[in-house]
Structure formats: C-alpha cells, structure tokens
C-alpha cells in the first residue's frame, strides 16, 4: 500500500494516490486535498506523512475524493485539526461525504469535522 503525502504538482510514486484505494494528502494552492482510502490501514502512515507538510495556507482540507473511510479517518482529521489548532491555524474541513458526517454524529464529534 502506497500513502503520500505531497507538494502541488508531485507525481505518485508507483501509482500512489489517484489509484482510489492508497490515500493522501495533497499540498495544492488553496490548501490539502485527499484522495484515496482513509482507514485503520492506513491512517498511521497518513498521519505520520502529513507531519512533513506545512499546514494548508488558504486553511482548507477537502476530502470530497475520499473513497472509503472508517473512524480512523475521524482520528486523522481531529488530529489535523488539534495540530491547526496549537500552531494558530483555523483550519476547514470540506467536502465531508455523508457517511462520514453521520459517522462523526454517532461519535458526537461532527462539530469536529464541520
């Protein structure tokens, strides 16, 4: 499994993101994007390359090509937004996709993700 997390313009290495199943985070103009699978699989690695990004300057992740996610992917998005948060950057999370929005509802969490 391929997990990336890149500057705008990079090419995925061996498929990588944009294969619909790896995932990752995307550095584009206007902020993250993620494409790809964000699950208990692969939500360390995510995670962990994501670190090696500087937060997203126009302070927007969308999600909107997440493909499949579980409650691993609600981790991974609290985190960001707790890193966002201790380094003084609102941070927007959009392109929620309704799974995961009830997900966060049964969780109580959605106010998390908005």
């Known amino acids: 499994m391929s997990v990336a997390c890149r500057e705008a313009g990079a090419q995925p290495p061996d498929g990588g993101v ?3 199943t790896a995932g990752g985070f995307i ?7 993620y494409a790809g ?33 579980d409650s691993a992917a609600l981790a991974v998005l609290i985190a960001l937004r ?10 927007a999370v959009v392109g929620v996709p309704q799974a995961l929005r009830s997900l966060a509802a049964v969780y109580g969490v959605d106010e998390l993700i908005a």
């Open 82 to 91: 707790r890193r966002a948060a201790s380094e003084g950057v609102a941070l």
């Open 18 to 20: 944009g294969d619909g």
């Open 37 to 69: 699978d964000l699950t208990f699989a692969n939500a360390a690695a995510v995670m962990q390359a994501s670190s090696a990004l500087p937060l997203p300057a126009g302070g927007t992740v969308d999600i909107g090509e997440l493909r499949h996610a």
């Open 27 to 33: 550095a584009t103009e206007t902020g993250w994007r």
